[in-house]
C-alpha cells in the first residue's frame, strides 16, 4: 500500500510508491508474519448508491504459530488527498465490522464516504501473539473504487448575463455547458426551444467530463422582441443516470443605432448644404429624430435637413433617435464651417516682391484663413521647381532639386497656390531678383613677387553684373578674420554692370608678406583671389628687434644679428639676396646651449619676429616621455610662432652649438640627439628620430633636408637641422613599459587572447608559458596602435589553456635592446558550457550538407549527431574555433534529415542544442553504378564514375590574425591526411579562412606519381599572396597503404595542380609514427593537391618496404588483421569503430571500470599520464587498432606526444605469462 511504515496519517504521498512498495515487500521478507487480502469490493469498481455506505471484506492470515490480528485499518487517498486513516477498528468491535483470524474466514470493515470522488484504498493490521503485542502494520494491495451517488454535475454559463435590458435582436447568445461525472460520461447535448421550434446538438463525450457549446444570433425573423428562449444542457453517465441544467432567456427591445453623417466632407462648407444621416432599428420600429442645430432644435421623420447658416463661422450640429418605446440613442456632435472667403498670402518683408536675393537664400510665406484655414500650400517657380511649403516656415523655391536656373543671374517668378477647408483658392504671383553669381575681382596690385620701399598699395577691381558690390576685403599673412574696404557709394538693383574699385595703402613691416583679396556683392554672394607674396623693402629696427625677441624669451641672454660673413649687423635694410643670422645665447639650458638660425631676409616677416625659444620645456617633455621611454638630458623646443616669422622652411636653416665630449658621452650609442621635424606628432621611433653625425664635407643651406651633427675638437658638437620644432638630447637606457591586458588573475574561458600594452618604442614582444605545449613556447609579435596615445599592443593568436595554475612572461624590446620583463601567475577556471548559437545548413547537393556554426563564445568543437528517426554518420570538428564548419556526406538525395549539435570547449564543457532540420536537393545523375578513388586513405561514399564529389571536409576561419603572428590551422579527421597548415602572414588579416576537403576521385587529367593516396582542395578566403607568402602543409601516409602500392616511403610527394598539371612540390620525410609517415611540404598557394608516391621494382622493392614499415603493434600485443589493399578504406566500416569503443567504454564506466576516459581536474600532471596509460591498457587488452585508440584519446583532448608515450609504456611493461599466453 502506499502509506506510511508508521501507519500515521499524511506520512507518505501518491510520489513515494515505489518506495513504499519497496519497503512493504522488505518488511514482508523480514517478517513473514501476517497476510492481508483484499476480497471486495473488488479492484477498480463503482458504487452509485445514494448512501455512499461500503462494507470492505479482507481476509487475514499468519505463517507463525500463536499470532492474531489485533485492529485493523482502512487507508483511503484521493489525487487531491494523501494517504490516511479514514476508520480503525478492534479486534472486539461487532458493530459494523469483525476481524476474523485465519485464512478461511473474512473480515469486514464498514465506512460512509462523504462526497463522490475516485479513491484509492487498502487495509492494514497489526498483529500480536502471547507474549508481545506488534507496533509495525501489515498492508494489502492499493485497490481503486469510485463513489457516484450523485450523477452527472450539468453547470451552464451565458456570454452575457441576461437582464432587463440583453439579449436583443442581433444579439449573438453562447450557452456553454460544463459536465463532470466521477465515473464517466456517455452522451451529452444542448437542446434550445424558440417558440416551440426546438433544435438539438448531440455530443459523445469520452472520459469523465466535457465542454460543450450551442451559438444563437438573434433575429427579428426567428427571435423577435419578447420571445422567450428555453437553453437546456443534458448529460447521462456510465450508470445511465441523466441530470440536466435549464434557463429561460427573454429577447428584449433594442434602441435604434447611433445616427451617423452619410456626407461628412459637408463639415466645410462654401454654402448652405443638405446634411443627411443614417440609422437603424433591428426591432423594425420607426425611428423619431430630434435634431439640435446651433441652439435651434426640431423633430422629424426624415433623414436629412437643409442648413440655414447666414454668416461666415462654426455651428454646432447634435441627432438623437427614439424608437416607439422611447429607447433612444444620441450622436455626437459635429461642426460644420461656413467659410465663403479665400486665404489670403503675404510674402514676408524680407523677401518683398521685387527683393533681390540668392537661390539659397531662403524665402518666408504665410497664409491666413479667418474660417477653416488652409489646408494646401503649393508653390511653382519658372525654374521648373515645385512643391509644398508650410505658412510662416521658410524655404528655398530657386535650389530644389531639378532646378534650370543655377548659377545664373535673372529675375525669377514664384507662383503660390493655396486652398482652405472649405475649397476657396488663391493663387499670387512674386518676382524676385535672384543673384546666384559672385562679382569677380581682379588684383591689380599688390602682384605676385613684388616689392614696396614703402607702403604696400592693394589696388582692386570687381565687376558685378545683377546687383552691386558692397565691399571688398583681405587676408593678411595668413589670418582667420577678414579685413573689410568698404565702398562708400550706392548702387541700384537690376542695372545690367556695375564696376567697383578699391584703393588702399597700408604700411607693413619689411619682409615678405601674402594677401588673399575678396570681394562681396549685396546679397552675400563673395569671390576670393589667390594668394599673391610681396615683400616690403624697407630699414629695420634693430635696436628694437633685439630687445622685443630678448623680452619676449627671458631666457635669451644675448641676441646678436649678423650678415653672412659673420659681421654684427647694425643697420639694415632688406633685400631678396641679403642672408642674415640671429644668434642667440640660451641660459635655460641644462649644458649652456647656443642657438644660430641662418636665413634669407626678405623670406621673414618681421611683423612676427616674436616667436618662442622654449628651452627644457616641461609640458612639451612630457609629451615625448610619454611616446619614448629616454630620460632627456637637454631639450629645446620651438613651437608653430617660428613659421610665422620664416614660413617658407626652405629659406633657413638652424644650428645648435652643444657643448659635449663626443667621445665621453658617446653619441648615437646609449646617449643619442633626437630631432622631430613635426612638433605634434612625437610617436617617430627613438631609431626613425636618431641624430647621426654628418657627412664629410658638409656644408648646410637652406634647402638642407636632414638633421646631422659635426664633432669639434671633442669639446662641442654642431647641430644642424633644417628647419625648426624640436631637438632632444636623451639618455637611452630604459626599458619599455609592460601593462598586461590579459589574461586576468582567473580567467573563466578557455581560450583567451594574450596581449599587453607596451611603450611606442618597442620593437618587439614575446611570451613564455612554464609548461611544454609546442604552443606555448615564446611567440613573437607585433605591434599595433592601442586606443591609448602614446602607447602600443603586442598581441599575439588565441591560445587554449585547461583548467589549472600557469605562470606567463612578458618580455618587450626596444630599438636600443633595453628589455623589459613582467610575470603573472594566472588561473584557468572554466567550468562553465559555451554558448550555442542555432546552426545553418546550406551547400546542399544531393549528396552532401556543410553544418556551420558562428559566434559561439569561445573557442569549442562541434558534434553533428542524427535525431528523430534521421541517418547519417557522427561528424566531428576539433580544430577548436569559434566559428565551425563541417560536411555531411553519403546522404540521399531529396530526404528532409533532422539533427542536434553539440559544442564543447578545451575543458570538456559541452553544450547541445537542437533539433534542426534540412533537405537534400534532387539528384543530378540517374545513374546507379559507384566507383571508389584509386587511392584509399579517406574513406567516405563513392561517386558516380567521372563524378567529383567531397568526402569529407575540415574549415577554419580567424576572426583577427595579428601582422607576423605564425598560425596553425590543425586537422585531427582520420578521412583527412593532412593534419596542419602553418603560416605566418606580414600583415593584419580578418575573417581568413581555410577550407580542406578530401575529393572522391582526380578532379584534372594526368598522373600524380604512379599511385595516389589521396585528392585534396584547398581554398583560402581573405589571405592575399600580400600577406601570405606561402603555406607549409603536414600530411601523413599509412605504411600499409605504401606495402600494397609496393611504394617507398621515401618517393611519397605532394603535387599541386597548376597550368593544367601535376606539379611536385619539395616534400620531405618529417617523422614516423606507429602505422603511418608524416611528411612536410611547402606551397606558395592553394588549388587541387594529391598525395603521390612512386612504385619500386622486384623483390628489393618488397624487402626494402618491410624494412621500412613502421611496427603495427607493440611487443607482447597481436595487431589487428589490415583490410586488403585493393579495397576502399570505407568497405571496412566507415566510423563504425568509433561506436564500438564508445559502446566499450560505456559498458566499462557502467561496470564501475576505472579505465573510461573522463574530463576531471588532475591533482598532478602524473596522474593524468597514468590515467591515460590505463585507458591504453584496456584498449590494448580488447585488442583495438591503434588508429581507434589514438581517434578516441585525440577527441578528448589527448595530445599524440602524450598518446605514443602512453603506448610505448604499456608495451614495455611487463606482464603474466598467462596474459602473454592468451593474447
Not at 486652398?419 to 588684383?443: E, K
Amino acid at each position: 500500500m502506499v502509506r506510511a511504515a508508521s501507519g500515521r496519517e499524511g506520512s507518505t504521498g501518491p510520489s513515494s510508491i515505489a518506495f513504499v512498495l519497496a519497503l512493504s515487500i522488505l518488511l514482508a521478507i523480514a517478517a513473514q508474519a501476517m497476510t492481508v487480502t483484499l476480497k471486495a469490493p473488488g479492484n477498480f469498481t463503482a458504487n452509485t448508491t445514494a448512501s455512499r455506505n461500503i462494507t470492505f471484506v479482507y481476509n487475514v492470515t499468519w505463517s507463525l504459530a500463536g499470532e492474531n490480528a489485533s485492529n485493523c485499518s482502512l487507508y483511503i487517498a484521493t489525487a487531491a488527498q494523501n494517504w490516511a486513516i479514514a476508520k480503525n477498528v478492534s479486534i472486539d468491535d461487532i458493530s459494523d465490522s469483525n476481524i476474523t483470524n485465519g485464512s478461511v474466514g473474512f473480515s469486514n470493515l464498514s465506512y460512509r464516504f462523504s462526497s463522490d470522488n475516485n479513491y484509492t484504498y487498502g487495509i492494514a493490521c497489526l498483529n500480536f501473539n502471547s507474549s508481545s503485542t506488534a507496533t509495525t502494520p501489515t498492508f494489502s494491495n492499493n485497490f481503486t473504487l469510485v463513489i457516484d451517488a450523485a450523477g452527472p454535475d450539468v453547470n451552464t454559463t451565458f456570454n452575457v448575463t441576461p437582464n432587463s435590458t440583453f439579449p436583443t435582436v442581433v444579439t449573438v447568445l453562447n450557452f456553454t455547458a460544463n459536465i463532470t461525472d466521477v465515473i464517466g460520461l456517455t452522451h451529452a447535448n444542448i437542446t434550445t426551444n424558440i417558440s416551440g421550434s426546438i433544435a438539438k446538438l448531440n455530443y459523445t463525450p469520452s472520459g469523465t467530463s466535457i465542454r460543450i457549446s450551442a451559438a444563437i444570433t438573434l433575429t427579428n425573423s426567428t427571435a423577435p422582441k419578447g420571445t422567450v428562449i428555453n437553453f437546456t444542457a443534458y448529460a447521462t453517465d456510465t450508470s445511465s443516470r441523466e441530470k440536466q441544467n435549464s434557463t429561460l432567456v427573454t429577447v428584449q427591445n433594442s434602441a435604434p443605432t447611433i445616427p451617423t453623417i452619410t456626407n461628412a466632407s459637408y463639415m466645410n462648407v462654401t454654402s448652405n448644404r443638405t446634411i443627411v444621416w443614417n440609422s437603424t432599428d433591428a426591432d423594425g420600429d420607426a425611428i423619431l429624430y430630434t435634431v439640435w442645430f446651433n441652439g435651434d432644435y426640431f423633430s422629424t421623420l426624415d433623414s436629412n435637413f437643409t442648413t440655414n447658416m447666414a454668416n461666415d463661422g462654426t455651428y454646432l450640429l447634435n441627432i438623437s433617435a427614439a424608437d416607439s418605446t422611447g429607447n433612444s440613442t444620441n450622436s455626437s456632435a459635429w461642426n460644420i464651417t461656413l467659410d465663403t472667403t479665400p486665404p489670403a498670402v503675404s510674402l514676408a518683408a524680407a523677401n518683398a516682391n521685387y527683393t533681390n536675393g540668392t537661390s539659397k537664400r531662403p524665402v518666408t510665406v504665410t497664409v491666413t484663413d479667418a474660417a477653416t484655414a488652409a489646408n494646401a500650400t503649393t508653390f511653382a517657380t519658372n525654374c521648373n521647381t515645385s512643391g509644398s511649403f508650410a505658412s510662416g516656415t521658410a524655404f528655398n523655391p530657386f535650389n530644389a532639386s531639378g532646378t534650370t536656373c543655377t548659377g545664373l543671374n535673372s529675375t525669377r517668378t514664384m507662383n503660390i497656390t493655396v486652398t482652405d477647408h472649405a475649397g476657396n483658392s488663391n493663387s499670387s504671383s512674386f518676382l524676385l531678383g535672384i543673384d546666384d553669381i559672385a562679382p569677380t575681382i581682379g588684383v591689380i596690385a599688390p602682384t605676385s613677387g613684388q616689392q614696396f620701399t614703402a607702403n604696400a598699395t592693394f589696388n582692386l577691381t570687381a565687376n558685378e553684373s545683377f546687383v552691386r558690390v558692397s565691399s571688398f576685403g583681405y587676408y593678411l599673412d595668413g589670418a582667420a578674420v577678414q579685413s573689410n574696404i568698404t565702398l562708400n557709394r550706392n548702387g541700384l538693383a537690376f542695372v545690367s554692370s556695375i564696376t567697383a574699385n578699391a584703393n588702399l595703402s597700408l604700411n607693413l613691416t619689411p619682409g615678405t608678406h601674402t594677401a588673399i583679396f575678396t570681394a562681396n556683392d549685396t546679397v552675400g554672394n563673395a569671390r576670393n583671389s589667390s594668394q599673391v607674396t610681396f615683400t616690403v623693402i624697407g630699414p629695420v629696427d634693430l635696436f628694437s628687434l633685439n630687445t622685443s625677441l630678448v623680452e619676449y624669451n627671458t631666457n635669451i641672454s644675448n641676441f646678436t644679428i649678423r650678415n653672412s660673413t659673420g659681421d654684427i649687423v647694425t643697420g639694415l635694410t632688406l633685400s631678396n639676396d641679403r642672408t642674415l643670422e640671429f644668434f642667440m645665447a640660451l641660459n635655460a639650458t641644462r649644458k649652456g646651449v647656443n642657438l644660430t638660425i641662418n636665413f634669407n631676409s626678405s623670406a621673414a616677416n618681421f611683423a612676427f619676429l616674436n616667436f618662442s625659444v622654449l628651452q627644457n620645456h616641461s609640458a612639451s617633455m612630457s609629451y615625448l616621455e610619454r611616446n619614448q621611454t629616454a630620460t632627456i638630458l637637454d631639450y629645446l623646443y620651438l613651437n608653430g610662432t617660428i613659421h610665422q616669422f620664416l614660413p617658407d622652411n626652405s629659406s633657413y636653416y638652424a644650428k645648435v652649438v652643444m657643448p659635449l665630449n663626443t667621445t665621453a658621452y658617446g653619441i648615437g650609442g646609449r646617449v643619442k640627439l633626437l630631432y622631430y621635424p613635426d612638433e605634434t606628432d612625437l610617436t617617430t621611433s627613438i631609431a626613425s628620430a636618431n641624430v647621426t653625425e654628418c657627412s664629410a664635407g658638409f656644408s648646410a643651406a637652406h634647402t638642407t633636408s636632414g638633421a646631422c651633427w659635426n664633432n669639434t675638437n671633442n669639446r662641442t658638437i654642431e647641430v644642424f637641422l633644417p628647419h625648426f620644432s624640436l631637438l632632444a638630447l636623451v639618455n637611452d637606457s630604459q626599458a619599455p613599459k609592460i601593462a598586461i591586458n590579459t589574461p586576468a588573475g582567473t580567467q573563466g574561458i578557455s581560450n583567451f587572447v594574450p596581449n599587453i600594452t607596451v611603450s611606442p618604442d618597442t620593437t618587439s614582444c614575446v611570451y613564455q608559458l612554464n609548461i611544454t605545449r609546442s604552443a606555448s613556447a615564446s611567440v613573437p609579435s607585433n605591434i599595433s596602435n592601442a586606443v591609448n596615445a602614446g602607447n602600443a599592443l603586442c598581441t599575439w593568436s588565441s591560445d587554449r589553456f585547461r583548467n589549472g595554475v600557469y605562470n606567463i612572461t612578458f618580455n618587450a624590446t626596444d630599438s636600443a635592446g633595453n628589455i623589459n620583463q613582467t610575470n603573472l601567475v594566472f588561473t584557468m577556471s572554466d567550468g562553465t558550457a559555451p554558448n550555442i548559437p542555432a546552426p545553418s545548413a546550406g551547400s546542399m547537393t544531393d549528396t552532401t550538407a556543410v553544418i556551420t556554426v558562428t559566434n559561439v563564445n569561445e573557442t569549442a568543437n562541434l558534434s553533428v549527431y542524427a535525431s528523430n528517426g534521421s541517418s547519417f554518420s557522427m561528424q566531428e570538428q576539433n580544430d577548436f574555433n569559434a566559428s565551425q564548419s563541417l560536411t555531411l556526406s553519403s546522404l540521399s538525395a531529396s530526404t528532409a534529415y533532422l539533427y542536434n549539435i553539440t559544442v564543447c570547449d578545451y575543458n570538456g564543457n559541452c553544450a547541445r542544442n537542437g533539433t534542426f532540420s534540412f533537405s537534400t536537393s534532387s539528384s543530378s545523375s540517374s545513374g546507379s553504378s559507384s566507383s571508389s578513388s584509386g587511392g584509399g586513405g579517406g574513406g567516405g561514399a563513392a561517386a558516380a564514375p567521372g563524378t567529383t564529389a567531397v568526402t569529407s571536409s575540415a574549415a577554419r576561419q580567424w576572426d583577427t590574425i595579428p601582422t607576423g603572428t605564425t598560425t596553425t590551422f590543425s586537422i585531427a579527421k582520420d578521412a583527412i591526411a593532412v593534419t596542419s597548415i602553418v603560416f605566418m602572414t606580414s600583415e593584419d588579416l580578418k575573417s581568413a579562412s581555410l577550407t580542406v576537403k578530401v575529393l572522391n576521385e582526380s578532379p584534372a587529367s594526368g598522373a600524380a606519381g604512379d599511385a595516389a593516396y589521396q585528392y585534396l582542395e584547398i581554398t583560402s578566403s581573405n589571405m592575399p599572396k600580400s600577406a601570405v607568402g606561402s603555406f607549409q602543409i603536414t600530411f601523413s601516409v599509412p605504411a600499409s597503404w605504401l606495402s600494397a602500392q609496393n611504394a617507398g616511403k621515401d618517393t611519397v610527394t605532394l603535387y599541386r595542380h597548376i597550368n593544367s598539371e601535376w606539379t611536385p612540390l619539395q616534400t620531405s620525410l618529417a617523422g614516423t609514427g606507429v602505422s603511418d609517415y608524416q611528411y612536410q611540404a611547402t606551397t606558395p598557394g592553394f588549388s587541387y593537391f594529391a598525395i603521390g608516391a612512386k612504385k619500386q621494382e622486384g623483390a628489393a622493392a618488397n624487402a626494402t618496404q618491410a624494412q621500412e614499415q613502421p611496427p603495427t603493434g607493440q611487443p607482447g600485443v597481436q595487431a589487428k588483421e589490415q583490410p586488403p589493399a585493393e579495397q576502399p578504406a570505407a568497405e571496412t566500416g566507415g566510423k563504425s569503430w568509433i561506436w564500438t569503443a564508445l559502446g566499450i567504454l560505456l559498458l566499462m564506466a557502467l561496470a564501475g571500470g576505472s579505465g573510461f576516459f573522463v574530463y576531471r581536474n588532475w591533482k598532478t600532471e602524473q596522474e593524468r599520464l597514468d590515467h591515460i596509460r590505463q585507458y591504453v591498457n584496456i584498449a590494448v587488452d580488447k585488442q583495438y587498432p591503434y588508429e581507434q585508440i589514438v581517434a578516441t584519446l585525440e577527441q578528448k583532448g589527448v595530445s599524440r606526444s602524450e598518446i605514443h608515450k602512453a603506448i610505448k609504456d604499456e608495451a614495455q611493461a611487463p606482464r603474466p605469462p598467462a596474459e602473454q599466453k592468451g593474447q
